[in-house]
């Protein structure tokens, strides 16, 4: 046996070739046998590509220090893919893990404040912070547009704004109001004649506000095609200002697209203005917003500018238009579902209103027998505290800005106070979640006591120049839906989830039923 191991052995063939030398024949990829030139290229971009991510991941933590929020971002686009389709979950996690939290999109690093004093203290800082709505936002509104002035340009613009939402200016609105939301009523209860099936409002209600703003602001001076294609227009504006958008004007982005509306917008609005000029100059009696103003410059007692271009005044408007399109809508539309949900609440609103109209649903509503309806009002301030349309307002550190005792926010990161949590608040709102108008109705309960928690319309020099236009609308609408129709509201799994576009809406659009009702 071994001398047969032996013969075999001597008789192996030696292979001609090592194991080393198979290597050689193994292909390998171009660039390790690219020219040395070529490789030194490739080797230096990939140290730049890898020293470039380590230094954003560095800077990232640089600038978070010690504040909750994750270790570490994602390379180049950070938080987006969770911004693209943000939730009320998300947004409640990221105020839940501390009064001060830090992420980054896109390299833009932001502080996110959830408590009361730090986002008071962000709405009432003018010298450290300024008001950006969005990332994009001064692409779309123009960044000459007066919600981005600061200091004393944007105090004296603002008073000359103010005399734009007089007691005075709010009883020309109110007719208009009333005019337009009973057109509405009677649209939607002819179609539920036709087709009883319950049908999502949200879309509707954003109709009924268009066509309210466009004509409470420039009256007969814009046609109804312009109104008709600012309306359709106007969607594409509100979902590019979502918080987080791409930050690029490209073609095919949602920010294009909405400059591209905005052009359309302004020349019909600037239009408007021109034409508003030339009727008050032939005496004309004021008959919307633009009228009021420019005739309230004649008045002896007015102080301010006088010099403001169809351009400004349009710019001015359309910034109002998004407000009143998309917080008020918002606004409205929860305040139908909490209505409709809650009969009870319901029931007291409608008495309310049969004691004030006494029989006469068709006499228009008047500012004083919105006067006369104390738990109406006290509904609407209530209902916008449970589902506040805005929960936050992203603003921009114009320099370094002491926010803590222990933590500085750097200069040209975004800041975002949110409201929530102080709209929330069980110590100064007991049972924050529950539905209740009359902790309202009381002046020395604990939420007339503390409005410094009561956000919905922010706070500081910023501070939302149209509450009173807003709530009044809110509660003008509802008056005459109460008054006029019965509802129901078919609930879905999706009836409490909230979808933000902008600002919030139900998820399901607020499915609901109308018919008339049946009066003695």
């Known amino acids: 046996m071994a001398s047969m191991l032996r013969e075999r052995s001597s008789s192996a063939v030696v292979p001609s070739y090592t194991a080393t030398d198979a290597l050689e024949h193994i292909p390998l990829p171009s660039f390790f046998s690219a020219p040395e030139g070529t490789a030194r290229w490739l080797y230096t971009t990939v140290a730049i590509v890898l020293g470039l991510l380590a230094l954003e991941q560095s800077v990232y933590r640089y600038k978070k220090r010690h504040l909750p929020g994750d270790n570490w971002t994602i390379p180049i686009?950070?938080?987006?893919?969770?911004?693209?389709?943000?939730?009320?979950?998300?947004y409640m996690k990221q105020w839940n893990s501390g009064a001060l939290s830090a992420?980054?999109?896109?390299?833009?690093?932001?502080?996110?404040?959830?408590?009361n004093e730090f986002s008071r203290k962000i709405l009432n800082s003018p010298n450290h912070a300024e008001p950006c709505l969005v990332y994009s936002a001064k692409q779309i509104l123009r960044p000459d547009n007066w919600v981005f002035l600061t200091g004393k340009v944007h105090v004296e613009y603002r008073r000359v704004l103010n005399s734009l939402f007089t007691r005075k200016a709010l009883g020309i609105y109110v007719g208009i109001q009333d005019q337009i939301t009973r057109k509405y009523i009677k649209k939607w209860l002819a179609d539920a004649a036709v087709?009883?099936?319950?049908?999502?409002?949200?879309m509707t209600c954003r109709d009924l506000n268009m066509e309210t703003s466009l004509r409470v602001f420039c009256g007969s001076h814009?046609?109804?095609?312009?109104?008709?294609?600012?309306?359709?227009k106007y969607?594409?504006?509100?979902?590019?200002?979502?918080?987080?958008?791409?930050?690029?004007?490209?073609?095919?982005?949602?920010?294009?697209?909405?400059?591209?509306?905005?052009?359309?917008?302004?020349?019909?609005?600037?239009?408007?203005?021109?034409?508003?000029?030339?009727?008050?100059?032939?005496?004309?009696?004021?008959?919307?917003?633009?009228?009021?103003?420019?005739?309230?410059?004649?008045?002896?007692?007015?102080?301010?500018?006088?010099?403001?271009?169809?351009?400004?005044?349009?710019?001015?408007?359309?910034?109002?238009l998004f407000a009143s399109q998309d917080a008020m809508s918002s606004g409205l539309i929860y305040g139908i579902q909490h209505l409709a949900d809650h009969p009870d609440i319901f029931a007291k609103v409608r008495a309310e209103q049969d004691r004030v109209r006494a029989g006469d649903y068709?006499?228009?509503?008047?500012?004083?027998?919105?006067?006369?309806?104390?738990?109406?009002?006290?509904?609407?301030?209530?209902?916008?505290?449970?589902?506040?349309p805005v929960t936050m307002v992203p603003y921009k550190t114009t320099k370094a800005f002491p926010l803590s005792d222990d933590y500085t926010v750097p200069a040209g990161s975004m800041v975002i106070p949110s409201f929530y949590n102080s709209l929330h608040d069980p110590e100064v709102y007991p049972d924050p979640e529950e539905l209740v108008p009359e902790r309202w109705l009381d002046p020395n309960g604990s939420a007339n006591q503390n409005p410094k928690n009561y956000l919905v319309f922010g706070s500081g020099p910023h501070k939302c120049i149209g509450l009173e236009y807003a709530m009044m609308n809110i509660a003008l609408v509802l008056a005459d839906a109460v008054a006029l129709m019965d509802w129901e509201h078919i609930r879905t799994e999706k009836s409490d989830k909230v979808q933000i576009i902008a600002t919030l809406f139900p998820q399901d659009g607020c499915l609901m039923k109308f018919t008339p009702r049946a009066l003695a």
């Open 222 to 232: 814009i046609d109804d095609d312009a109104a008709r294609e600012i309306g359709e």
């Open 235 to 320: 969607w594409a504006i509100t979902v590019a200002l979502e918080l987080v958008n791409f930050p690029l004007a490209l073609p095919g982005t949602k920010v294009y697209k909405a400059i591209q509306c905005r052009k359309v917008a302004l020349k019909h609005l600037e239009n408007a203005a021109a034409k508003s000029k030339k009727a008050m100059a032939a005496g004309k009696e004021p008959e919307c917003m633009l009228d009021h103003w420019i005739r309230s410059m004649d008045e002896p007692s007015y102080k301010g500018r006088k010099d403001f271009s169809d351009l400004e005044m349009a710019m001015v408007v359309f910034s109002f």
């Open 195 to 202: 087709d009883p099936s319950p049908k999502p409002i949200m």
């Open 362 to 388: 068709e006499r228009p509503i008047t500012l004083e027998m919105l006067d006369e309806m104390p738990y109406l009002r006290a509904f609407v301030r209530e209902t916008l505290r449970v589902k506040p």
């Open 103 to 115: 992420l980054s999109v896109f390299n833009i690093f932001i502080v996110m404040a959830s408590s």
């Open 77 to 90: 686009i950070g938080k987006f893919a969770d911004s693209m389709k943000p939730t009320m979950e998300g």
